[in-house]
């Protein structure tokens, strides 16, 4: 963040991925998606973009490229920004993301650390891509049924979201991406120094995410998220260990949580359902305590 002005502040943010999808075109939304997603969890607003590529042209096609690039182009422009440039290098594997720079008034800019006790929480998208994505690479889910029922959540902006949430009275905001629900969940209650009470059966989970940990498969950061969050996770849900996994699937270009006046959560939800993100919850809430993630 840099103050400009009384009125105005800049947002500055990098992040790109690996492919999550071999499809090139869903590549470059999804990962647009989750580079622009860092100025909404700021209360921001995105203003111009330039592309970060790795790509090895000597081994694929430049079509493939071209792809990955028209995709992120198409989310920059749908999030009303420019994209006025970018740096591409020769690397063995595919890389891809977005230098975003937004604006937001200084006395508005959104952290994850201001929540307090009486605050509900709201999640906006659904969880469980990771485990997904590694069952499609694995072969134990076909490749149609992600871009069915995940890759257009993944794809989708925060902003709608956001645009929604900030006429109410937002105390804390974050996205959800490779710590999982629980660790990025933690942040906020240590930054806010509150415990933060998580209701299992209300998390929204991607159709097939438990299977496929049923299936035995798993991702490269479910274990160090685990470790990452143990000393401070209380879990008095009764869940088997394949439940417990999803608590720690990284996300990819996941949803945004937030913390607001418990009173004010269900009008929020019926505003973001109108506005078309239907999979928003009411997941949990804030309560005083020693900073740690309760799971009931």
Same mark, same amino acid.
């Given at each position: 963040?840099?103050?400009?002005s009384?009125?105005?502040?800049m947002?500055?943010?990098?992040?790109?991925?690996?492919?999550?999808?071999?499809?090139?075109?869903?590549?470059?939304?999804? @990962?647009?998606?989750?580079?622009? %997603?860092?100025?909404?969890?700021?209360?921001?607003? +995105?203003?111009? !973009?330039?592309?970060?590529?790795?790509? +090895?042209?000597?081994?694929?096609?430049?079509?493939?490229?071209?792809?990955?690039?028209?995709?992120?182009?198409?989310?920059?422009?749908?999030?009303? @920004?420019?994209?006025?440039?970018?740096?591409? $290098?020769?690397?063995?594997? +595919?890389k891809?993301?977005?230098? $975003?720079?937004?604006v937001?008034?200084?006395?508005?800019?959104?952290?994850? %650390?201001?929540?307090?006790?009486?605050?509900?929480?709201?999640?906006?998208?659904?969880?469980?891509?990771?485990?997904?994505?590694?069952?499609?690479?694995?072969?134990? #889910?076909?490749?149609?049924?992600?871009?069915?029922?995940?890759?257009? %959540?993944? @794809?989708?902006?925060?902003?709608?979201?956001?645009?929604?949430?900030?006429?109410?009275?937002?105390? !804390?905001?974050?996205?959800?991406?490779?710590?999982?629900i629980?660790?990025?969940?933690?942040?906020?209650?240590?930054? %806010?120094?509150?415990?933060?009470?998580?209701?299992?059966?209300?998390? +929204?989970?991607?159709? !097939?995410?438990?299977?496929?940990?049923?299936?035995?498969?798993?991702?490269?950061s479910?274990?160090?998220?685990?470790?990452?969050v143990?000393?401070?996770?209380?879990?008095? !849900?009764?869940?088997?260990?394949?439940?417990?996994?999803?608590?720690?699937?990284p996300?990819?270009?996941?949803?945004?949580?937030? @913390? #607001?006046?418990?009173?004010?959560?269900?009008?929020?939800?019926?505003?973001?359902?109108?506005?078309?993100?239907?999979?928003?919850?009411?997941?949990?809430?804030?309560?005083?305590?020693?900073?740690?993630?309760?799971?009931?």
């Open positions: 963040m840099y103050r400009l009384d009125t105005i502040a947002v500055n943010t990098i992040d790109f991925i690996t492919p999550p999808v071999d499809d090139p075109y869903w590549f470059g939304q999804i @990962a647009a998606a989750n580079s622009i %997603s860092d100025i909404y969890s700021m209360g921001g607003r +995105p203003l111009t !973009a330039l592309n970060v590529v790795m790509f +090895p042209a000597k081994k694929l096609d430049m079509g493939v490229l071209k792809e990955i690039l028209r995709g992120g182009h198409d989310k920059v422009v749908e999030a009303g @920004a420019g994209l006025v440039g970018g740096h591409s $290098v020769e690397d063995d594997e +595919p891809y993301g977005l230098c $975003v720079n937004g937001v008034h200084p006395d508005k800019i959104l952290t994850n %650390s201001g929540a307090v006790p009486g605050d509900a929480l709201i999640l906006t998208k659904p969880l469980g891509s990771g485990v997904l994505f590694n069952a499609v690479r694995s072969g134990k #889910l076909p490749f149609a049924e992600i871009e069915r029922d995940v890759l257009p %959540s993944l @794809a989708a902006l925060n902003g709608t979201a956001i645009e929604a949430a900030l006429a109410y009275d937002i105390h !804390a905001c974050t996205d959800i991406t490779g710590f999982g629980i660790g990025h969940s933690l942040e906020m209650a240590t930054g %806010s120094n509150v415990e933060i009470r998580l209701f299992y059966d209300r998390l +929204p989970f991607y159709p !097939a995410a438990l299977a496929m940990y049923k299936k035995g498969e798993n991702t490269g479910n274990h160090a998220n685990q470790q990452m143990a000393p401070s996770l209380v879990l008095r !849900a009764t869940l088997t260990d394949k439940e417990q996994e999803l608590l720690y699937d996300q990819t270009s996941g949803g945004l949580l937030l @913390a #607001l006046p418990a009173e004010q959560a269900d009008d929020l939800l019926s505003a973001m359902h109108k506005r078309g993100v239907v999979a928003a919850e009411k997941i949990g809430e804030v309560c005083a305590g020693k900073s740690c993630v309760v799971v009931e």
